[in-house]
């Protein structure tokens, strides 16, 4: 059994209502694509989300304090951008003149691609959601780090709502840092090794044109939709490591990274919609992934400018200026 049927049985169970047939597997297919729409925007958020935390191994002093800003930025490959889709894997759907289709995701752009479905013997239609229709994002934020006890750094990160086009996206995330050199070497380190942990919120709102769900018999729509409210969260653990040449530091880092997302539909207020958004937070799941990290600074008085290129199913690029305050 597929988690989408799963999701559907447990939800109607626990709602103790007898679902009917055709609107059971309307949800499972609706679910199919739903799934594959939301995961290369989470897979993109999760990377770019805990990337740049570090330009060096060093914990600042006890009660030093520094701050930085940054940019992110992430190119979207064809690949992340849309996904096929067989109408062999639908249980009421049918592609409209077609067996397959490419379909955007959250971070493709508009296509009209339309699915037609049935229920209780009426004909509707639905048309592929919309994404951000952008090749490449880049977000602003600004970052502190508080030196503490025991070569212990306190890292928290903000990155204010941005627009683009009709859709907002914001930040935040907070991490440790902990210096494991000083257990094997007190002074004159060649080399620095630290413990890195981060855990960050993304909040993403799309929206788009309102997209009707109303049978071809003229009855009133089942459902009107216009947008999706993605929250994404990551979990990130790891080494990393730097040297210092002169006024030059290479940093590097290998991260674990765990991460799930929460989503709903918005539109105008149905009982289909309300069911709907209750079976997607049923199919919440967590996914895992590892990202490699390859950086460089340079240092000059109480300042440094870095860059970093990380990679794990994106490649994202960061460059940040940090301003050691006291």
Known sequence: MSRYHLAVIVLFFSLFTTAQPDLNDVFHDFLIILDRYNEPAAEASTQQTGAGYYTTAKSLKKFEFAASIGISGLPFPNSKQFFDVREDEFLNFTIRDADRASVPTALGGEKRVFFDFEIEGDDYEFQALPGLGTDFFAFPYVQGQLGLWKETEFIIRYGPQITIESSDYAL???GLKHNLSQYFQKENRKWEVAFLTNINWSDFNLRYKPLAL???????AIAVLDGTLIDFYSLNAGLIASRDWNSWTVSGGLIYTNSWIDYRLTGE??????IFNQVLVALSERKTSFRADLGGAYNWSDWTLATQVSYSQFLNFNIQGVYQIF
């Open 172 to 174: 935040y995330g907070a």
């Open 214 to 220: 109303e049978p071809a018999s003229g009855d009133p």
């Open 269 to 274: 207020k149905s009982q289909f919609l309300d």
